[in-house]
């Protein structure tokens, strides 16, 4: 699999070949997934600096809603609990957004250049982005299981 040519089927059949093979077909969908996670990437970018931004202004804000409306249940929190909640979603846009972005990378150079190296860079980037989004489904499916379980003992309370 040191190049990228397209393999016969004919002459796989006739040897033992334990390697895959990157057909053009494969090579188009590669890079047009490139494309798609490039442009995924840098929305996720986009979006993980307006959470820091609006982090940043926590405490302007806060001024803001607190002259608008007083009586605001938000203002409980306090500035720095929103700063942080702010902050802790950036954190959770950023890391799968620069993931995408080393998998198009990389996939594009893989494809582009026929480099080995970089196709296994893009598939462990593409791995790790599906395993990040994978644990956090499941940490935030067992958090609501276990907000129910709360809101069912409390509810007789």
Not at 14 to 33: K, P
Not at 108 to 122: G, I, P, R, W
Request: glycine share 4%; charged share 15%.
């Amino acid at each position: 699999m040191d190049n990228f040519e397209e393999i016969k089927p004919e002459l796989q059949e006739d040897a033992e070949v334990d390697a895959l093979w990157i057909t053009e077909d494969i090579r188009s969908y590669i890079y047009q997934a490139a494309k798609w996670t490039k442009f995924l990437s840098i929305i996720g970018f986009v979006l993980t600096f307006m959470c820091i931004f609006t982090a940043i202004s926590a405490g302007a804000i806060f001024d803001a809603l607190n002259a608008a409306s007083p009586g605001n249940p938000i203002l409980k929190l306090g500035p720095n609990v929103l700063m942080v909640i702010y902050l802790l979603f950036a954190l959770l846009q950023f890391y799968p957004s620069f993931l995408l972005f080393k998998f198009s990378s990389s996939a594009n150079k893989a494809v582009l250049f026929a480099d080995q190296a970089s196709l296994s860079v893009a598939m462990s980037s593409i791995k790790s982005f599906f395993k990040f989004w994978g644990v956090l489904t499941i940490v935030l499916i067992a958090s609501y299981i276990a907000m129910l379980f709360m809101v069912v003992a409390f509810a007789g309370h």
